[in-house]
């Protein structure tokens, strides 16, 4: 357990340190596909995304972007239409990992990836290399191992 917890803290302090900064300025589309599109290309993305449906209605997006790399985006939609965009940093995994999030609507989220499906609160990705599940709230600091899964629905955007 204490292991686990150093690894995590360890993979937090990298995250930070390695945090990709955000432009102010985001693309906008008139379609789902299109914004997701766009974040691809833009990206460069050569691995598969899925998508999260949040207890709180957010879409959130799971994203390999190579072999062991991963980040998480949102998709969401205003008034000048739709926009996908990364989240987090890149992230590289070997045995799983965790990072806290914050979506537009400044909703935190906790995202856990493990190997091995740990509880009921474990969905897989469609590409198989992970079991994720999300918390609500920032829980790195502060783990709560009887947490509830934000997770509505997930499913493959590319695969």
Not at 2 to 29: G, H, N, P, Q, W
């Amino acid at each position: 357990m204490i292991k686990r917890f150093i690894m995590m803290l360890l993979m937090t302090s990298v995250l930070f340190l390695s945090a990709c900064s955000e432009d102010d300025e985001l693309s906008y589309f008139p379609s789902k596909e299109e914004a997701i599109e766009d974040l691809i290309q833009s990206d460069e993305i050569k691995g598969n995304i899925d998508l999260i449906t949040t207890t709180n209605d957010e879409e959130l997006l799971v994203i390999k972007l190579k072999k062991n790399m991963y980040s998480a985006g949102e998709l969401f939609k205003n008034k000048d239409g739709y926009s996908a965009h990364r989240i987090s940093a890149n992230v590289v995994m070997e045995m799983g990992g965790s990072w806290e999030l914050e979506t537009n609507s400044n909703h935190k989220y906790t995202i856990y990836f493990e190997k091995e499906q740990e509880n009921q609160n474990y969905f897989q990705l469609s590409n198989k290399d992970y079991y994720i599940s999300l918390a609500e709230g920032h829980k790195i600091s502060t783990p709560d191992p009887s947490f509830t899964n934000a997770i509505n629905e997930i499913r493959a955007v590319t695969e």
